[in-house]
């Protein structure tokens, strides 16, 4: 049983456009989400996150939306940039217990010049 | 700056060895996580701890088990490594549960191929 979705294993984008990457989750007890961008052969990065009282977080080129009626949450890139090329794992949390992070399979963002 | 240091990043191991991974954390973090990193998986949750001495199954933890003798270094044993067990294994730690401080950072990760 998946609770954290990436459904787009890859997702292609031309530079300087914008890249969406979608994620969608089914427990409604997740109360925190969070980005993470992972090159090969490297671990993950922490790249943003938001609170289930928000509905949107933003830190440079990235903003992060929050639909808890839809339990969907994505990942904008505004302008995506070559060095953006990496697999994006959305993860969730339902706090209260170090029972670590929920992830999804990952989207491969491939920026294309 | 965070920093999650991982023994090894490349190891080969025979099928029936024993294998330990090594990760240190030097931020203070309570809690830490291994996973493993399989194509069209994502990441797996193996054991995580959150406190010295103390750990939990994730949701693949057959086959392994942890140490956790000290608060920044917490070990993954493989106790006779199969060759389903080649992965990528990613060590994290987080600081306290609950909210932004459960953030997790992450280790470079060990890639192990098991012959």
């Known amino acids: 049983d998946q609770q954290v979705k990436q459904n787009s294993p890859s997702l292609s984008v031309q530079e300087g456009r914008i890249s969406i990457l979608n994620c969608d989750y089914t427990n409604s007890m997740f109360d925190y989400f969070l980005w993470y961008k992972k090159y090969p052969a490297e671990g993950p990065t922490f790249l943003i996150s938001i609170s289930s009282i928000k509905d949107k977080n933003e830190d440079g080129r990235f903003t992060v939306f929050l639909n808890k009626s839809a339990k969907h949450l994505s990942l904008h890139i505004v302008p995506s940039q070559p060095g953006d090329s990496a697999v994006y794992f959305c993860a969730a949390s339902s706090g209260g217990g170090a029972d670590g992070l929920t992830f999804g399979k990952g989207t491969h963002l491939i920026i294309q010049p | 700056d965070v920093k999650v240091t991982q023994s090894s990043r490349y190891l080969v191991k025979r099928t029936g060895e024993k294998v330990f991974l090594e990760c240190v954390q030097d931020?203070?973090?309570?809690?830490m996580f291994w996973y493993r990193q399989d194509p069209g998986l994502g990441l797996r949750l193996i054991y995580f701890s959150y406190d010295v001495k103390m750990k939990e199954k994730g949701d693949i933890p057959e086959g392994y088990s942890v140490s956790r003798e000290k608060k920044e270094r917490f070990s993954l044993i493989l106790e006779s490594a199969s060759t389903n067990q080649t992965s990528m294994y990613l060590c994290?730690?987080?600081?306290?549960?609950?909210?932004?401080?459960?953030?997790?950072?992450f280790g470079p990760g060990t890639r192990l191929l098991v012959l």
């Open positions: 931020m203070d973090h309570e809690n």
């Open positions: 994290a730690s987080s600081l306290v549960s609950g909210g932004p401080q459960e953030t997790q950072y």
